[in-house]
């Protein structure tokens, strides 16, 4: 038996959500503008006028009136902008443009720049019948019904009096400061509503509060963006699309309008927001905001869903690398308060007496193991007792940080009405339907023909993609094999400089300057550089932009991690590149520090560089065109003209830069404990600069829809992996924590009874005889090297010792126990948390049950309305 949905109604509302888009009320008045306006320059088919719900405006809506974006009546808003220039040859097919753009239902006006006198623009304004018209094309989900609540058990069991003390003490409270005021963000008190596909048979199921409102500016926005990609321009299939009129030159420019200015003269405090932009600019993009919750769901209604999920995860990869941030700082002190006590440290500080063989062949002379004092305290910085544990906790903050985004990610869709959206509503790129509209088949899923792409053409497609990235690899590569050789000739020089305080601190030099060099490298490289939907297109370019960005950021770095020192030779017996210059070797208290020197400063080099990219270079041009045209008092359309267009990439750079930074906090971090607070500093800059960047100096983008971060979550996913399996070898290879911990429990002085480095630096290094070669006196005569090899007086003089296999099978056997068990745990907590909170799926699920039985009664609603109107009889029931 069904519950009738008036009793459902009745039900004690204890838990609303959010979801879905706006149920907001207007004037009649306002109506009744709309349809006049409409009526006096389009003909078309009128909408019933029993499907307008009027009822009292309760406040001024920002949306309903956006001021300075309307047609010369004052009458009709623009929903998009056409830029072209009066100069530009390509007439006709502009004129054949616009000419089916009217046939499609949309309503153009021109108007001429105020600072261009050869540009054009053209104004777009969509009447309600096209919007009905393309909104049941495409799909869109509108609200119908409000929502109805019910009354959870746990509610029941507490009883109201329990939540009623804990909201008394609750605002006995101090605010918190993060969260954002409500009462300064008015414009977001919407009704909720059930959502359902837009369709003009069913009209009079949707709510239908007034015209203006109903279809939101981002809505409209792209509608006309639909057409407009899908409008001929020519004769023929391929002939199509403002993308390729925009890059033919027959157009300058297409963009939707901002809604108005960002700032007003008035406080906000006191006279409110003058539109979305100025709200989102006072309570979102300021940089006074930098310690505020995002308002998503403003940011959502402005940009669309795609732009709002990336503020969401950038949002919520920032929070998650507080505790990652904090965690990797107490690491760090505790290599910085342990430094001088470090008795590693200490052996090498006090090695007044051991003599290192020179480090190159020619001009270099030996020197004392203790001239490397400082060096080897800062190594103690990095390489500690903590390392193991730190890596270990990133392993499992990478997975906790990607199962919970998941979670929040559900309820982002929910609460936006994008479950299931991909399958209902993305449609072909018009550049596919153009190319492949001869061959079609039929789409299992909906049972329609559409544009089918061989596979032979998709594989030859799938060849050259893929010799492209190989190239642009191999050319990485080749840059990398330059650093390396510039490494070893700079070594020789520094080791062999005139100027004391270098040649004393010739592994500092040679680090420094190759990691200079090698910055300078990825940066030049990161300048060099047809699927079926639009979502297909983007996550294949994201994926081939990766691979190369990885590539060209990690290259060098994997050099020194893994390959730096470890095969260098011997005294005597050194491996040279092209029989001429001596491969480098490690520092004696290890290669640890190159690494860290190396993502120390490319991580905060490259940081400011995309910081400075981003907005510096772009802010001047910006700033003197909005002074320009505040002082001229341009339209509006004018004034985004002026503005920055967005990148013509999307949200791929914004992604990539972030997935690239969060690769090098967890892939090496072992290495380097700070890099989650460097990440955790740039990203709070980032949010706001990037808010700031698409309020106020770039030109509104169109408002897209998405249900996730595309490919990127693959991706990450994919570092979290790499990350457990480079830990484990740079701790196991790279730190000297597996030598330590050999020395300890098998050749320390008390063979493991009591764990005591002492002897430590003494047993890693081994002995060469100079005598010989070099005709010294018998006191000079042996220098000392970093390895595990016999005396030049022993049996078998050089030959691996048994510690020497001993630190080997330990290593191996970290690398296998540490990847097992951090992948062990990766596993039971991505079991242990669900993808989708039990209460969304339980609110989910009432909410399908109450989407049909309100469908029921609004039908049985409107038949009843029906035969009451034609005198008929009617009964509660079916008919």
């Given at each position: 038996?069904?519950?009738?949905?008036?009793?459902?109604?009745?039900?004690?509302?204890?838990?609303?959500?959010?979801?879905?888009?706006?149920?907001?009320?207007?004037?009649?008045?306002?109506?009744?503008?709309?349809?006049?306006?409409?009526?006096?320059?389009?003909?078309?088919?009128?909408?019933?006028?029993?499907?307008?719900?009027?009822?009292?405006?309760?406040?001024?809506?920002?949306?309903?009136?956006?001021?300075?974006?309307?047609?010369?009546?004052?009458?009709?808003?623009?929903?998009?902008?056409?830029?072209?220039?009066?100069?530009?040859?390509?007439?006709?097919?502009?004129?054949?443009?616009?000419?089916?753009?009217r046939a499609e239902g949309l309503m153009l006006e021109k108007e001429p720049s105020l600072t261009n006198t050869d540009i054009m623009?053209?104004?777009?304004?969509?009447?309600?019948?096209?919007?009905?018209?393309?909104?049941?094309?495409?799909?869109?989900?509108?609200?119908?019904?409000?929502?109805?609540?019910?009354?959870?058990?746990?509610?029941?069991?507490?009883?109201?009096?329990?939540?009623?003390?804990?909201?008394?003490?609750?605002?006995?409270?101090?605010?918190?400061?993060?969260?954002?005021?409500?009462?300064?963000?008015?414009?977001?008190?919407?009704?909720?509503?059930?959502?359902?596909?837009?369709?003009?048979?069913?009209?009079?199921?949707?709510?239908?509060?007034?015209?203006?409102?109903?279809?939101?500016?981002?809505?409209?926005?792209?509608?006309?963006?639909?057409?407009?990609?899908?409008?001929?321009?020519?004769?023929?299939?391929?002939?199509?699309?403002?993308?390729?009129?925009?890059?033919?030159?027959?157009?300058?420019?297409?963009?939707?309008p901002h809604e108005g200015g960002y700032k007003s003269r008035h406080p906000i405090k006191t006279h409110g927001a003058q539109n979305?932009?100025?709200?989102?600019?006072?309570?979102?993009?300021?940089?006074?905001?930098?310690?505020?919750?995002?308002?998503?769901?403003?940011?959502?209604?402005?940009?669309?869903?795609?732009?709002?999920?990336?503020?969401?995860?950038?949002?919520?990869?920032?929070?998650?690398?507080?505790?990652?941030?904090?965690?990797?700082?107490?690491?760090?002190?505790?290599?910085?308060?342990?430094?001088?006590?470090?008795?590693?440290?200490?052996?090498?500080?006090?090695?007044?007496?051991?003599?290192?063989?020179?480090?190159?062949?020619?001009?270099?002379?030996?020197?004392?193991?203790?001239?490397?004092?400082?060096?080897?305290?800062?190594?103690?910085?990095?390489?500690?007792?903590?390392?193991?544990?730190?890596?270990?906790?990133?392993?499992?903050?990478?997975?906790?940080?990607?199962?919970?985004?998941?979670?929040?990610?559900?309820?982002?869709?929910?609460?936006?009405?994008?479950?299931?959206?991909?399958?209902?509503?993305?449609?072909?790129?018009?550049?596919?339907?153009?190319?492949?509209?001869?061959?079609?088949?039929?789409?299992?899923?909906?049972?329609?023909?559409?544009?089918?792409?061989?596979?032979?053409?998709?594989?030859?497609?799938?060849?050259?993609?893929?010799?492209?990235?190989?190239?642009?690899?191999?050319?990485?590569?080749?840059?990398?094999?330059?650093?390396?050789?510039?490494?070893?000739?700079?070594?020789?020089?520094?080791?062999?400089?005139?100027?004391?305080?270098?040649?004393?601190?010739?592994?500092?030099?040679?680090?420094?300057?190759?990691?200079?060099?090698?910055?300078?490298?990825?940066?030049?490289?990161?300048?060099?550089?047809?699927?079926?939907?639009?979502?297909?297109?983007?996550?294949?370019?994201?994926?081939?932009?990766?691979?190369?960005?990885?590539?060209?950021?990690?290259?060098?770095?994997?050099?020194?991690?893994?390959?730096?020192?470890?095969?260098?030779?011997?005294?005597?017996?050194?491996?040279?590149?092209?029989?001429?210059?001596?491969?480098?070797?490690?520092?004696?208290?290890?290669?640890?520090?190159?690494?860290?020197?190396?993502?120390?400063?490319?991580?905060?080099?490259?940081?400011?560089?995309?910081?400075?990219?981003?907005?510096?270079?772009?802010?001047?041009?910006?700033?003197?065109?909005?002074?320009?045209?505040?002082?001229?008092?341009?339209?509006?359309?004018?004034?985004?003209?002026?503005?920055?267009?967005?990148?013509?990439?999307?949200?791929?750079?914004?992604?990539?830069?972030?997935?690239?930074?969060?690769?090098?906090?967890?892939?090496?971090?072992?290495?380097?404990?700070?890099?989650?607070?460097?990440?955790?500093?740039?990203?709070?800059?980032?949010?706001?600069?990037?808010?700031?960047?698409?309020?106020?100096?770039?030109?509104?983008?169109?408002?897209?829809?998405?249900?996730?971060?595309?490919?990127?979550?693959?991706?990450?996913?994919?570092?979290?992996?790499?990350?457990?399996?480079?830990?484990?070898?740079?701790?196991?290879?790279?730190?000297?924590?597996?030598?330590?911990?050999?020395?300890?429990?098998?050749?320390?002085?008390?063979?493991?009874?009591?764990?005591?480095?002492?002897?430590?630096?003494?047993?890693?290094?081994?002995?060469?005889?100079?005598?010989?070669?070099?005709?010294?006196?018998?006191?000079?005569?042996?220098?000392?090297?970093?390895?595990?090899?016999?005396?030049?007086?022993?049996?078998?003089?050089?030959?691996?010792?048994?510690?020497?296999?001993h630190v080997l099978a330990a290593r191996l056997a970290f690398i296998i126990v540490f990847e097992h068990l951090v992948f062990g745990?990766?596993?039971?907590?991505?079991?242990?948390?669900?993808?989708?909170?039990?209460?969304?799926?339980?609110?989910?699920?009432?909410?399908?049950?109450?989407?049909?039985?309100?469908?029921?009664?609004?039908?049985?609603?409107?038949?009843?309305?029906?035969?009451?109107?034609?005198?008929?009889?009617?009964?509660?029931?079916?008919?």
């Amino acid at each position: 038996m069904h519950t009738s949905i008036s009793e459902i109604l009745k039900e004690k509302t204890l838990k609303p959500s959010r979801r879905s888009l706006p149920c907001l009320a207007q004037s009649h008045d306002e109506c009744l503008t709309e349809e006049e306006a409409e009526a006096s320059t389009y003909e078309a088919g009128r909408t019933d006028e029993s499907f307008l719900i009027h009822k009292p405006a309760t406040r001024a809506n920002l949306e309903a009136r956006p001021s300075g974006l309307l047609f010369r009546d004052g009458k009709k808003r623009i929903d998009y902008i056409l830029v072209y220039k009066k100069s530009s040859p390509l007439v006709e097919k502009r004129v054949t443009f616009e000419r089916n753009l009217r046939a499609e239902g949309l309503m153009l006006e021109k108007e001429p720049s105020l600072t261009n006198t050869d540009i054009m623009f053209v104004k777009i304004h969509v009447p309600w019948d096209t919007l009905c018209k393309y909104a049941e094309q495409m799909n869109i989900r509108m609200p119908f019904r409000k929502k109805s609540y019910f009354t959870d058990w746990k509610s029941k069991t507490m009883g109201s009096r329990f939540h009623l003390r804990c909201r008394q003490i609750k605002s006995w409270l101090p605010r918190n400061p993060m969260k954002l005021d409500k009462e300064a963000l008015p414009d977001l008190e919407e009704t909720d509503c059930y959502t359902a596909p837009f369709s003009r048979a069913r009209m009079h199921h949707f709510t239908i509060n007034n015209r203006h409102t109903f279809f939101s500016n981002s809505t409209r926005s792209r509608i006309v963006h639909h057409v407009l990609q899908r409008t001929k321009y020519e004769d023929g299939k391929s002939k199509m699309g403002i993308n390729r009129l925009l890059g033919n030159g027959t157009y300058e420019a297409a963009f939707p309008p901002h809604e108005g200015g960002y700032k007003s003269r008035h406080p906000i405090k006191t006279h409110g927001a003058q539109n979305h932009r100025h709200l989102l600019y006072e309570r979102w993009a300021r940089w006074g905001m930098w310690y505020k919750y995002q308002p998503l769901d403003l940011i959502r209604r402005y940009f669309g869903e795609k732009i709002g999920l990336y503020f969401a995860w950038l949002g919520w990869y920032t929070g998650m690398l507080i505790p990652a941030a904090l965690v990797g700082l107490l690491v760090f002190l505790y290599g910085f308060l342990t430094m001088d006590t470090s008795q590693v440290s200490k052996e090498i500080c006090e090695a007044n007496t051991t003599i290192m063989c020179p480090m190159c062949e020619e001009n270099c002379n030996t020197w004392k193991l203790s001239d490397s004092c400082v060096y080897a305290k800062v190594t103690h910085l990095f390489d500690n007792g903590g390392t193991v544990f730190f890596a270990i906790f990133m392993a499992i903050w990478a997975t906790v940080f990607l199962e919970f985004w998941k979670r929040r990610r559900a309820e982002l869709t929910y609460d936006w009405d994008l479950i299931d959206w991909e399958e209902e509503e993305e449609n072909l790129r018009p550049q596919f339907e153009a190319k492949y509209s001869r061959v079609e088949r039929v789409n299992p899923i909906s049972g329609k023909p559409e544009p089918f792409q061989p596979f032979t053409d998709k594989l030859s497609r799938l060849m050259v993609s893929v010799s492209g990235i190989f190239f642009m690899m191999s050319l990485v590569l080749t840059a990398v094999f330059a650093v390396v050789v510039f490494r070893l000739i700079a070594m020789e020089k520094f080791a062999s400089f005139d100027w004391e305080f270098v040649k004393k601190n010739w592994q500092f030099a040679t680090s420094g300057t190759g990691v200079c060099i090698n910055f300078m490298i990825i940066m030049s490289l990161n300048v060099v550089e047809h699927p079926r939907t639009e979502s297909e297109w983007e996550n294949s370019f994201a994926l081939k932009m990766f691979l190369f960005q990885f590539v060209n950021l990690n290259s060098s770095t994997f050099y020194i991690a893994f390959f730096l020192g470890r095969f260098a030779g011997r005294p005597g017996k050194y491996n040279k590149l092209f029989n001429r210059w001596r491969l480098e070797e490690c520092h004696p208290s290890g290669c640890l520090i190159d690494l860290c020197l190396q993502m120390g400063v490319i991580m905060v080099l490259k940081q400011i560089w995309n910081n400075f990219m981003e907005l510096g270079y772009p802010y001047g041009p910006s700033n003197y065109s909005l002074s320009l045209s505040r002082s001229l008092a341009l339209p509006q359309w004018d004034i985004d003209w002026n503005l920055q267009p967005m990148n013509a990439h999307g949200l791929v750079d914004e992604y990539l830069e972030m997935v690239l930074q969060f690769g090098f906090t967890t892939i090496f971090v072992a290495a380097f404990p700070l890099a989650p607070l460097l990440a955790l500093l740039n990203n709070i800059i980032e949010i706001r600069l990037d808010a700031y960047k698409f309020v106020t100096q770039w030109r509104r983008p169109m408002p897209a829809r998405a249900t996730d971060i595309g490919i990127w979550y693959g991706i990450l996913e994919g570092i979290g992996v790499l990350a457990v399996i480079t830990n484990a070898f740079v701790i196991a290879i790279t730190s000297d924590y597996i030598p330590r911990f050999v020395y300890v429990f098998r050749y320390g002085p008390w063979g493991g009874h009591v764990p005591c480095l002492r002897g430590y630096m003494n047993s890693s290094l081994s002995v060469f005889d100079m005598g010989e070669r070099l005709n010294v006196s018998e006191e000079s005569r042996y220098c000392r090297y970093r390895d595990y090899r016999a005396s030049p007086w022993s049996p078998v003089p050089y030959d691996f010792t048994l510690q020497f296999w001993h630190v080997l099978a330990a290593r191996l056997a970290f690398i296998i126990v540490f990847e097992h068990l951090v992948f062990g745990i990766k596993s039971f907590i991505a079991y242990l948390i669900p993808d989708m909170p039990k209460s969304l799926c339980d609110r989910m699920r009432r909410e399908k049950y109450l989407m049909q039985e309100m469908m029921y009664e609004a039908e049985l609603e409107h038949l009843q309305k029906e035969r009451k109107k034609n005198g008929r009889r009617y009964h509660h029931e079916w008919p």
